[in-house]
């Protein structure tokens, strides 16, 4: 009979054992004793203008039950956020204003202590909790930012050189912003704290408008208007008939090489596929190659006219609006973003400035094409070739043999299309190839700004 009720009691008590640790294992893996601290997401040091309010996210798995956020100038304590939330949040974003009295505006430097705790059961039941210090350098100064020397003029389509200065002890971002959302970025020039840029007006916008924009750590900006001249420009709209030769011929030709439009079998919509999405995605290739600048400091740069074909008649112009109509119906639309130079077939196509190879393979619409870099963001195309002499990574000297004309890509007959790009948009050739418009538009104000510099630099 004792033995039963031992056997018993040893059992219950196992029993009671076993539900107490089954109980502790609940407990601890549940929700409510979940044992993560809450993160506390901002910058351990950061610049502050003032005016910017600090955000500060405060992230937790169970819910946040109380944060305090607390500002000390160097002399003195301001608590600026503090809440014990009746409803715990998961998320909790902060915007950290200045206090409104009592704080020292003279000072350079402050702190932040930031102090959270979530509503979890774990810790003897006060939960987890986080806490951060973060260094602030208070900055309230705008970049010095002035335009010293420009084109006097930009044509629609054209380019323009923008040579600035741009000082800040904490500087962060320079460049020319622009109506229509093109950022161009600045190369150093001359000496330290100057800068030059080539601009661009597309010309598929009717308007055009650019400044200087310059930024700090603290977010101060400083904007200076770039006043040029802005010259409208109206270039030709062509009304293109698509005939069936065309279509079945050249057309279902360059079909079999993409893969958008092998299993495409009416003409039309082969065609439309070509001239709009294979045309988009050649493009931005060239864009993408096209656009990148250096950070190096360049004391001078100079630049030739382009002459990249001898004995050249020009077949097709720049800018031209070309609208393509089968049996009345419009069908589809481009714009031609270059020149079509043609001489005799195969002609050798020359490198009239020295640069770097950037591309130099099949692009499509474009054919077998060589992308040049000439330094400053200004990069010059050659389409349609037989053959290419260069390959990617190759540095061409002046008056080089780069290619040979031809009519690969979407070409009927051998030439070439020579194109210039300024970071990634097409500009007008001619420019380009007048020494003229290179002297008054690029040379002289690279001359008129060093000697503004050297002046300021004395002075």
């Known amino acids: 009979m004792r033995k039963r009720k031992s056997s018993f009691a040893t059992t219950l008590l196992v029993g009671i054992f076993l539900a107490i640790i089954a109980g502790a ?62 409803t715990p949040k998961k998320d909790v974003t902060l915007e950290v204003t200045l ?12 702190r932040m202590h930031i102090e959270v705790t979530d509503i979890s059961r774990w810790n003897m039941l006060r939960g987890n909790s986080a806490k951060k210090e973060v260094k602030i350098a208070i900055d309230t100064i705008r970049p010095s930012a002035f335009v010293l020397s420009n084109s006097y003029k930009i044509t629609k ?5 923008v040579i600035f200065s741009a000082k800040d002890e904490h500087l962060k971002d320079i460049g020319i912003h622009t109506s229509f959302g093109k950022v161009f970025k600045a190369e150093p020039f ?30 101060n900006i400083t904007k200076a208007h770039v006043p040029l001249y802005l010259k409208n420009y109206r270039y030709r709209r062509s009304n293109i008939k698509l005939k069936d030769r065309f279509l079945n011929g050249k057309i279902a030709d360059l079909a079999s090489q993409f893969d958008e439009t092998l299993n495409v079998t009416d003409p039309l919509e082969r065609f439309k596929i070509i001239n709009e999405d294979i045309r988009a995605k050649n493009e931005a290739l060239i864009h993408e190659k096209s656009s990148k600048i250096s950070d190096r400091l360049i004391r001078r740069w100079s630049i030739k006219p382009f002459h990249p074909l001898k004995n050249a008649k020009k077949v ?20 031609h973003l270059g020149i079509d130079l043609a001489s005799v077939k195969m002609a050798d196509v020359r490198a009239s400035n020295p640069g770097g190879v950037v591309f130099a393979g099949y692009n499509g619409i474009y ?17 349609h070739c037989s053959s290419v002499m260069v390959t990617e990574g190759d ?19 051998d030439h070439l299309h020579f194109g210039v790009l300024v970071q990634g948009v097409e500009v007008r050739p001619v420019e380009w190839m007048d020494s003229h418009w290179i002297k008054d538009n690029i040379s002289k104000v690279f001359e008129a700004a060093r000697k503004m510099i050297d002046r300021r630099e004395r002075d």
């Open 25 to 86: 294992l609940y407990l601890a893996n549940s929700p409510m004793f979940e044992r993560n601290a809450p993160k506390i997401e901002v910058s351990d040091s950061l610049y502050w203008n003032l005016r910017k309010p600090i955000r500060v996210r405060l992230v937790d798995d169970s819910g946040i039950r109380h944060y305090k956020i607390v500002l000390n100038d160097g002399a003195s304590d301001f608590t600026v956020a503090e809440a014990v939330l009746e």
């Open 99 to 110: 206090p409104r009295a009592g704080w020292n505006r003279r000072t350079t430097q402050a």
């Open 157 to 161: 389509g054209g380019s323009a050189l």
């Open 190 to 219: 001359y000496k330290d704290g100057y800068y030059a840029a080539l601009i661009a007006w597309p010309v598929t916008e009717k308007r055009f408008r650019a400044w200087v924009e310059a930024s700090d750590l603290a977010d």
């Open 316 to 335: 097709a112009s720049f800018g031209d609006h070309r609208i393509y109509y089968y049996k009345g119906k419009k069908v589809s639309e481009s714009y």
């Open 367 to 383: 054919g077998n094409m060589p992308l040049i870099d000439h330094g400053l963001g200004l990069y010059t195309l050659y389409g």
């Open 395 to 413: 540095t061409v000297s002046r008056n080089e043999v780069i290619a040979k004309t031809g009519k690969t890509g979407l070409a009927l007959g």
